[in-house]
């Protein structure tokens, strides 16, 4: 198969299905998101003025829950 060449559904096998119609799932929620925030930006004169920032970090058990939802602070110190 070559980039860009259209997927025939049924020609694969039941676990990438899967995937692939995840994918598609998340392609068409990224292109309505991108409508969305085109149309925003149409009624804004000039160049946008700030990134967008969809979604946070879930929290995972390698990661502390002092550092959720935290910017630029410093972690505690382990007690020496």
Avoid: D
């Avoid at 998340?26 to 979604?55: D, K, Q």
């Amino acid at each position: 198969m070559k980039p860009g060449e259209n997927v025939e559904e049924e020609s694969l096998c039941p676990a990438t299905r899967l995937l692939y119609q995840h994918y598609q799932q998340c392609y068409a929620h990224c292109c309505r998101l991108e409508a969305v925030l085109s149309e925003l930006n149409e009624g804004s004169p000039g160049p946008t003025c700030f990134p967008v920032i969809v979604g946070r970090r879930p929290v995972t058990p390698l990661q502390p829950t002092w550092s959720s939802n935290k910017e630029n602070i410093t972690p505690p110190q382990a007690p020496t």
